[in-house]
Structures are given as structure tokens and as C-alpha cells.
């Protein structure tokens, strides 16, 4: 076992050696760049006390980085062709936990847990998203995702892709934008950007999940002022948004979480 990260030619060497060509359906671009892979161990600060998750281990580029840490880690990889390269790659490694299923099926007990990956373009958004609102999910995720994802989840109100990711990110959690990833640092390299994304989870409020549904009401009709968007699930949308100091003829891309929280609290009384 090699001890360094994996570049190029070694991850190439064994794709070929155990007759594995990478899968569009699996979103696999396997992460080739050392240097990346050591910005995103440093950014995760994780150690011996730490219970790490990784979604997507591929050939165990970043799990092997993430274990020389001393974090307890579990490995999910869903494709059975990777099987025995990670075992090959991990032989001797005391440390990884891995698992051959699909990651949604995780638990989070015994934690607190750390989400570190290169996710899949595929299934990013949807996963964090669905971990992030779990009443016991993960603290903190350190997750390289597709630039357009990143963005989303980052974003401001007011701006072009300032959404319902936007919203939940920050109402179960405070997301930002670490760094940048150009596409040439994988392999195959992908036609689009990406970035790794830091988010720490929080303790909601009561009426997060209240507003998580406002506001994806409301997105579901962006062009739409507020009081007709959010008609089908309020009886009286007018009258709730000016309860909650907003104008109803502000739209969804105009109400930073804090609002959708009030709004969620207008509603309810």
C-alpha cells in the first residue's frame, strides 16, 4: 500500500488493473490532485476522537488521507467493482469501517459524526439536505460538490440562485463556500466546476421545519409575490405576511431564513 495520497497515474493503474472504467451512473470523477485532497483533510480537523462518514470512497483516495488523522471512520461505496480495490488499498488500516451499500442507508448513532466526501454530482444536493434536518444527523459536513450546488447552498438572498437549498442550509445549519476546485483535478474531468462547502449544523427552531415548507412553497412559484405563491398552503397569506412584518409583495428571493422563521411563527398563531 502506498502511503502518499493518489494521483493520477496510480489511481489510472488501478482502474486498469481491476478492469474498472468509472460510471456516469454512479457520477464517479475520482478526485486526482494530492494537494486537494490534503486542503480538504486540513479544512475537515478531524482526530482520534472523531467519527468521520464518507460517501462515495471510490479507491480510497480521501479515506486514506482521512485515516492517517486517527478518526474512526466509515467508508460507503456503491459499486461493487470498487470492492476489491478498497480492500487492497485499505489492507492493514485499522481505523476504516468499509461498507459496500448505499450511503442514505446511514445511522448516526454513537456520535457525533463528520460527513467528509467527494459526493457524487448525482445525489449531493438531496443527501446533505436530507441529513442536514435529521434529529440526530451529522454536526458538520466538509463536502465537495458540484460549483452550481455550492452555490446554492451558499447564497444570499437577492441572488440569481438564492433558493430552498439556501433557505434549509440555513435553517438547520451555517453553510459556507471554502474553496474552489477546478475540474482538471479529476479523473475522468468532469465539464463543470465544483467546491467544497462547509456546513455546522445547529439546533433548529421549533418552527424550522414550518419554514423549510413555506419556502418551498413559495420557490415553487419564484416569478410570484408572496401572498399569491404561498395561497395554497396559507388561507390568508396577505394577512400572516404582515403579521410577520413582511410585504406580501415581496418575493421568495427577497426573505432571508430569519423571515421564513417569522413567517413560520405568524402562521402558527
Same mark, same amino acid.
Given at each position: 500500500m502506498a502511503s502518499?495520497?493518489?494521483?493520477?497515474?496510480e489511481l489510472v493503474?488501478?482502474?486498469?488493473?481491476?478492469? !474498472?472504467?468509472?460510471?456516469?451512473?454512479?457520477?464517479?470523477?475520482?478526485l486526482v490532485d494530492p494537494n486537494t485532497i490534503r486542503?480538504?483533510?486540513?479544512?475537515?480537523a478531524v482526530g482520534p476522537d472523531d467519527r468521520v462518514l464518507e460517501v462515495g470512497a471510490g479507491t480510497?483516495?480521501?479515506?486514506?488521507?482521512? =485515516?492517517?488523522?486517527?478518526?474512526?471512520? !466509515?467508508a460507503y461505496e456503491i459499486d461493487p467493482r470498487l470492492q476489491p480495490i478498497l480492500e487492497e488499498v485499505m489492507s492493514g488500516i485499522e481505523n476504516v469501517e468499509l461498507r459496500f451499500t448505499d450511503a442514505v442507508e446511514a445511522e448516526f448513532e454513537g456520535g457525533p459524526w463528520t460527513v467528509v466526501a467527494n459526493l457524487p454530482?448525482?445525489?449531493?444536493?438531496?443527501?446533505?439536505?436530507?441529513?442536514? @434536518?435529521?434529529p440526530r444527523g451529522p454536526e458538520r459536513f466538509v463536502v465537495m460538490v458540484q460549483r452550481e450546488v455550492a452555490d446554492r447552498f451558499t447564497a444570499d438572498p437577492g441572488s440569481r440562485v438564492y433558493g430552498l437549498p439556501s433557505v434549509v442550509a440555513r435553517l438547520y445549519g451555517s453553510p459556507r463556500l471554502a474553496f474552489?476546485?477546478?475540474?482538471? @483535478?479529476?479523473?475522468?474531468?468532469?465539464? @463543470?466546476?465544483?467546491? !467544497?462547502?462547509?456546513?455546522?449544523?445547529?439546533?433548529?427552531?421549533?418552527? =424550522?421545519?414550518?419554514?423549510?415548507?413555506?419556502a418551498a412553497a413559495a420557490f415553487g412559484q419564484r416569478r410570484k409575490m408572496l401572498r399569491r405563491s404561498l395561497s395554497d398552503v396559507l388561507a390568508d397569506p396577505?394577512? @400572516?405576511?404582515s403579521a410577520a412584518g413582511i410585504d406580501p409583495a415581496a418575493r421568495p428571493e427577497d426573505l432571508t431564513a430569519a423571515q421564513f422563521l417569522s413567517l413560520a411563527e405568524a402562521a402558527d398563531g
Open positions: 502518499g495520497a493518489q494521483g493520477k497515474g493503474g488501478l482502474l486498469r488493473q481491476h478492469n !474498472v472504467t468509472p460510471s456516469k451512473r454512479f457520477g464517479q470523477n475520482f486542503k480538504i483533510v486540513d479544512l475537515a480510497g483516495t480521501l479515506t486514506r488521507e482521512l =485515516a492517517k488523522t486517527g478518526a474512526q471512520i !466509515v454530482y448525482n445525489l449531493a444536493a438531496t443527501l446533505v439536505l436530507d441529513w442536514l @434536518v435529521l474552489r476546485v477546478p475540474a482538471t @483535478v479529476f479523473y475522468p474531468q468532469p465539464d @463543470v466546476d465544483s467546491a !467544497v462547502v462547509e456546513i455546522v449544523s445547529r439546533t433548529p427552531s421549533e418552527f =424550522a421545519s414550518a419554514a423549510a415548507r413555506l396577505a394577512a @400572516v405576511l
